[in-house]
């Protein structure tokens, strides 16, 4: 059974690079052709889709976000990142990674990683 | 960019009755493209429906999707007290995106 799970700081600083890790577990990132995906919802909120990468590295970002993030991938260690920089309060949120299995949805979700923005 | 409208923002109703939530895009999405998620409080959101109307491994059959064009709808059909929740729709034609939710609430 895939299993994905986030971690990083939970306080990131004003005008810093928020940086998360989702490490998955039950069979290699490489496998099954899927999207790795990084969405998050603001207190109370909706969720906002951030962007995906593939193991291979190709990435698609949201329009909206897509000059201050960036995601990368490590297939020896099974894991793939997230850096959001320059943030602001407005980027205080839960994190969520998730497995998108193309035209079957996002299947399998991290827990999420409260995320808050704040001197 | 695809915008999910998502009615009614809240759909207060009783165990047993009838749900149905509402998801209307702003261009056309392929029905093969479209996804429901339920969301319990404090949790992550759980996959439902694929495909517009596929029901995910392990969901009851109480839930139902369809639609095609503009408009799709999740029916449960008897709701159950584990029911009430958060509900959203998600387009992946198109990049991807998110409705704002339904809130289904205990009457």
């Known amino acids: 059974q895939v299993q994905l799970q986030e971690s990083g700081p939970g306080l990131v600083k004003p005008s810093q690079t928020l940086s998360l890790t989702c490490t998955v577990s039950g069979d290699s990132i490489t496998s099954g052709g899927f999207y790795w995906t990084w969405i998050r919802q603001y207190p109370g909120k909706g969720l906002e889709w951030i962007g995906y990468i593939y193991h291979t590295g190709i990435t698609h970002y949201n329009p909206s976000l897509t000059s201050r993030v960036t995601m990368s991938v490590d297939t020896s260690k099974n894991e793939f990142s997230l850096k959001v920089t320059s943030v602001t309060a407005a980027d205080t949120a839960v994190y969520y990674c998730a497995r998108d299995r193309r035209t079957w949805g996002l299947d399998v979700w991290g827990q999420g990683t409260t995320v808050i923005v704040s001197s | 960019e695809i915008v999910l409208t998502q009615s009614p923002g809240t759909l207060s109703l009783s165990p047993g009755d009838r749900a149905t939530l509402s998801c209307r895009a702003s261009?056309?999405?392929?029905?093969?493209?479209l996804a429901w998620y339920q969301q319990r409080p404090g949790q992550a959101p759980r996959l439902l429906i694929y495909?517009?109307?596929t029901r995910a491994t392990g969901i009851p059959d109480r839930f139902s999707g369809s639609g095609s064009g503009t408009d799709f709808t999740l029916t449960i059909s008897r709701l159950e007290p584990e029911d009430f929740a958060v509900y959203y729709c998600?387009?992946?034609?198109?990049?991807?995106?998110f409705g704002q939710g339904t809130r289904l609430e205990i009457k």
């Open positions: 261009q056309s999405v392929s029905a093969a493209y």
């Open positions: 495909a517009s109307s």
């Open positions: 998600q387009q992946y034609v198109n990049s991807r995106t």
